[in-house]
T-cell receptor, first 110, second 113 residues
Framework: LAKTTQPISMDSYEGQEVNITCSHNNIATNDYITWYQQFPSQGPRFIIQGYKTKVTNEVASLFIPADRKSSTQSLPRVSLSDTAVYYCLATPPDDYKLSFGAGTTVTVRA | GAVVSQHPSWVICKSGTSVKIECRSLDFQATTMFWYRQFPKQSLMLMATSNEGSKATYEQGVEKDKFLINHASLTLSTLTVTSAHPEDSSFYIC?????????FGPGTRLTVL
């Protein structure tokens, strides 16, 4: 499983866009990039997944450059309830085992 | 999305006792479920892969005789922490998948006194 590296923490204010960049220099050809969100004392929740270029859903956007060595998850117009830990993972399509890194603690302030 | 439940949500036990945690997939069948452990301020660590009808696969460093896993049906996996000690106090989370996406349970907070 490819290792991912992300900032330990990020601070933001309500209404701002939050961009979290994840490095995955050794990502395998078949790996997808998957992001999870975790609130304290809860299980992680799937946010978004992509392979290349751009993916957007109702929660976030995921930008993946052509070399796929990094990716950026964008959270538009964050609110206080978006305060959480966000995990970036490189996941093979046929292996459901997940390897979580340290994640990024995003704190949104009023 | 698919729903995974855990029971109990929290448990307090005395040192030396055993505790069973259940993980259920409520609206799908899961031949494979995963158990994770998370200590305060740390990330999730995969403990084992639970396989329906066969033995679980444990990650390196996880004692299989201490953390007993039973996957008796396609919707239920149980994790039993045997002879629990204070160092086993942690947040235990399971996950399951009906397709390519993993769905996580709400977690079980275990406190061993």
């Amino acid at each position: 499983l490819a290792k991912t590296t992300q900032p330990i923490s990020m601070d933001s204010y309500e209404g701002q866009e939050v961009n979290i960049t994840c490095s995955h220099n050794n990502i395998a050809t078949n790996d997808y990039i998957t992001w999870y969100q975790q609130f304290p004392s809860q299980g992680p929740r799937f946010i978004i997944q992509g392979y290349k270029t751009k993916v957007t859903n109702e929660v976030a956007s995921l930008f993946i450059p052509a070399d796929r060595k990094s990716s950026t998850q964008s959270l538009p117009r964050v609110s206080l309830s978006d305060t959480a830990v966000y995990y970036c993972l490189a996941t093979p399509p046929d292996d459901y085992k997940l390897s979580f890194g340290a994640g990024t603690t995003v704190t949104v302030r009023a | 999305g698919a729903v995974v439940s855990q029971h109990p949500s929290w448990v307090i036990c005395k040192s030396g006792t055993s505790v069973k945690i259940e993980c259920r997939s409520l609206d799908f069948q899961a031949t494979t479920m995963f158990w994770y452990r998370q200590f305060p301020k740390q990330s999730l660590m995969l403990m084992a892969t639970s396989n329906e009808g066969s033995k679980a696969t444990y990650e390196q460093g996880v004692e299989k005789d201490k953390f007993l896993i039973n996957h008796a049906s396609l919707t239920l996996s149980t994790l039993t922490v045997t002879s629990a000690h204070p160092e086993d106090s942690s947040f235990y989370i399971c996950s399951a998948s009906p397709d390519y996406q993993q769905f996580f349970g709400p977690g079980t907070r275990l406190t061993v006194l």
